[in-house]
């Protein structure tokens, strides 16, 4: 399977690769001449540090003698880990250059295939994904179930069995600090991460001021700085764990699921998967009590019980905060949100505060929390 950081061997550019590609781009009449390297080593004064290596592509088409560069972008530690990063850059060049006064025109965008043959992706609009259609229901039906006084006793062996899987996911680890601290940097940073989702509430919010914004944003830098220290958890990740991609199927002991729309990157801490679906059992138990209680506490505890165990990552206890932090804004956000009676906004609101406040989270005495 390809991850998009794996060693793979250097892509080969081949003149008759090249060719097959300017005939595929540009037509049957298209020739290449020749090809030559651009800015070799020590050719770019006192510039060392570089995205990429440009290679000289001379041809014709239709008699007419051209000129091009071909660019590609290598993998580095600031946001280009992963092929797709790099591709949307390219995508974006290729879109905007010519839309500036005096920017040399894109003439084309591709990619390279397995076999590093040359493909063109000919007047891009918009990209596109077809998934398997896979049986079931979204998992929240039965969290609506049960607040509804629908509990089952299958319904703690779920929660027991998203928290194997989640473990048995997490168990799969990569050495990469530098990708690491982008995880926590994006969990932070990113548009539609915690500073992202601060942004896009109301401004001034009635239920949460800004000096509570700016006291929470705060908070959160402590938090960044403490998890440099934790590099070495890079593991496996869903990236977007909650009910809403989550598709039960089956009754009783034949119960089972599937996951959908995998977001945010292959690799991150496993403190978030874990806490993508545990505030969702705070937040349904919140229509009901102040406080997390019945049987939402019970699959919550089943939950992260059987995780810790099943995993044996107590350490994550000492990063999880933030992660809550993250989730707790999506789920209380009155645009993402909008039908939360009052009480339950802010229930969630005073627990992604307080969660911040305890070196590390209390999982036993989530109620602690809710004060």
Not at 204 to 215: D, L
Not at 252 to 269: C, I
Not at 314 to 325: C, G, K, N, T, Y
Request: proline share 5%.
């Amino acid at each position: 399977m390809r991850t998009g950081t794996e060693e793979k061997t250097p892509i080969v550019i081949r003149a008759d690769r090249v060719e097959d590609y300017l005939r595929r781009a540009f037509g049957d009449d298209a020739h290449l001449i020749g090809l030559c390297d651009i800015a070799a080593p020590g050719e770019q004064g006192m510039k060392e540090f570089g995205y990429g290596k440009p290679v000289c592509i001379e041809f014709t088409v239709g008699g007419v003698r051209k000129s091009a560069v071909l660019s590609i972008m290598r993998g580095d530690k600031y946001g280009h880990q992963f092929y797709w990063d790099r591709a949307a850059i390219l995508m974006f060049q290729h879109e905007a250059s010519g839309r500036m006064e005096k920017h040399v025109r894109s003439l084309g965008l591709g990619y390279f295939d397995e076999d590093d043959a040359m493909a063109p992706v000919t007047r891009p609009k918009e990209f596109f994904i077809v998934s398997e259609k896979a049986p079931g229901y979204d998992y929240y039906l039965d969290l609506e179930r049960i607040r509804k006084g629908g509990f089952r006793p299958d319904d703690l062996e779920m929660a027991r069995r998203f928290a194997r899987f989640l473990a048995g996911v997490h168990a799969r680890k990569k050495d990469d600090p530098d990708l690491y601290l982008r995880r926590i940097r994006n969990l932070i940073g990113a548009s539609e991460c915690i500073f992202g989702l601060v942004d896009a509430y109301p401004h001034p919010y009635e239920h949460f001021p800004p000096e509570r914004f700016v006291a929470l944003e705060k908070r959160i830098i402590d938090w960044r700085w403490k998890l440099r220290g934790y590099t070495h958890r890079l593991t496996e990740v869903h990236g977007d764990f909650h009910p809403w991609n989550i598709l039960v199927s089956g009754e009783g002991e034949n119960r089972d699921f599937a996951v959908l729309d995998r977001s945010r990157g292959e690799w991150g801490d496993a403190a978030d998967d874990v806490a993508t679906l545990a505030i969702n059992y705070l937040l349904f138990g919140l229509y009901e009590k102040p406080r997390l209680a019945g049987d939402f506490e019970r699959m919550y505890m089943a939950f992260f019980e059987t995780y810790l165990r099943a995993s044996g990552d107590d350490e994550m206890l000492s990063v999880i905060a933030p992660f809550f932090v993250f989730r707790g804004l999506v789920i209380a956000s009155p645009q993402w949100y909008p039908n939360h009676p009052l009480p339950v906004r802010q229930g969630l609101l005073r627990f992604l505060e307080n969660v911040l406040e305890d070196d590390r989270f209390d999982c036993q005495n989530i109620n602690k929390y809710m004060a």
